[in-house]
């Protein structure tokens, strides 16, 4: 786990950095004086401790940037001053520690951010972003059935509708990853809608059937059986 430390005192530095250690022993800590230091450096962090009130840019338009770069990073700030408590959920803080930070209500706190970045760390995983001419959005791997290439477009099909894009079927291979199987070379297929297979088609869940090249059937038959040995799912 990556954490940021951002606050122009030291001391509150080196007690944030102690604490955190002491709670997540594997984690790295990186520690910044200035809200400039982390923007500019630009490493991404799970966990950012940020200060408000600093020299420069303060911890709210620290926040305010970072969340365009790293949107999923979990920010916790450091204040002495409970009146910015509404300023920080502005820009979606996890939550605040009061100065001087407790180190029960540090070890409550750090507790519940680091389930969270698991928990969004399991949404990274389980959807895929998808960016269109008009529109970028996420979708969730488990809901599409099957890709199909057209040309220098392709076509997202779901259980709902059908997404058209510019995309690399190459691309999208790699970013879905091991549950999809490229069957032929215009279909990437799900593995979990698959409902039945020959040696040149595969029958889906919602009763389509794509094209399966049939100079990839044994390598398909493979795939799909390791798919199933390995507790995959099948919507059926």
């Known amino acids: 786990m990556e954490i940021a430390i951002v606050d122009d005192e030291k001391v509150i530095r080196e007690q944030i950095k102690k604490l955190a250690v002491r709670y997540a022993p ?5 520690a910044y004086e200035t809200g400039e230091e982390l923007l500019t450096e630009g ?13 420069g840019m303060n911890g709210i338009d620290t926040a305010r940037v970072l969340r365009e770069k790293q949107e999923d990073t979990v920010v916790i700030f450091i ?3 409970k009146e910015y408590v509404f300023e920080a959920f502005d820009v979606s803080a996890f939550h605040y520690l009061l ?3 407790e180190e029960k209500k540090f070890s409550e706190v750090f507790e519940r951010a680091k389930k969270e970045v698991e928990k969004r760390k399991k949404q990274r995983q389980e959807t895929v972003f998808i960016k269109t001419r008009n529109r970028s959005f996420t979708i969730n791997r488990e809901n599409i059935l099957y890709i199909e290439n057209r040309g220098k477009k392709v076509e997202i ?20 990853g091991g549950n999809f199987y490229r069957c032929h070379r215009g279909y990437l297929v799900n593995m979990a809608h698959i409902a039945e297979y020959e040696n040149d088609s595969i029958g889906l869940s919602n009763g389509e059937k794509i094209f399966m090249a049939k100079e990839r059937y044994n390598e398909f038959v493979k795939e799909y059986m390791r798919y199933l040995r390995n507790g995959g799912i099948v919507c059926v």
């Open 157 to 176: 099909h779901t259980g709902n509708e059908v997404i058209e894009t510019y995309a690399s079927m190459i691309d999208l291979e790699k970013q879905l």
């Open 43 to 55: 490493k991404k962090a799970d966990i950012v401790f940020l200060d408000i009130q600093m020299e």
């Open 26 to 30: 594997d984690c790295n800590v990186k």
């Open 79 to 81: 204040t002495g001053v």
């Open 99 to 101: 100065k001087p930070v």
